[in-house]
């Protein structure tokens, strides 16, 4: 069965969005291994899963910062041209 979120547009804030739950998921899973490296004492891994777990964090905000100025520009563009009524453009 195929996903419905496979047919979003991109550059949409659908898009965005999916993305940023994905990474988010994916800092959830390295949180959970370096929790699970700390208990057991590994540091190599600890360290790589928390450089992991920084990445997707950082992907995570630099898309959510997208998706707040494609909103704004979004928004200023509705204020910048209002749609002429009926009359207006007879």
Known sequence: MSDPRD??????????RQF????????ETHANVARTYAEI???AGLAYAIRCL???TKASVSAMADLNDM?????QRRQARPIPT???RA
């Open 7 to 16: 047919h979003i547009a991109y550059g949409t804030p659908e898009a965005y």
């Open 41 to 43: 004492g590994n540091d």
């Open 20 to 27: 940023i739950a994905e990474t988010l998921a994916g800092a």
């Open 71 to 75: 909103k704004a520009e979004q928004a």
């Open 54 to 56: 920084v990445a997707c």
């Open 86 to 88: 009926r009359e207006e």
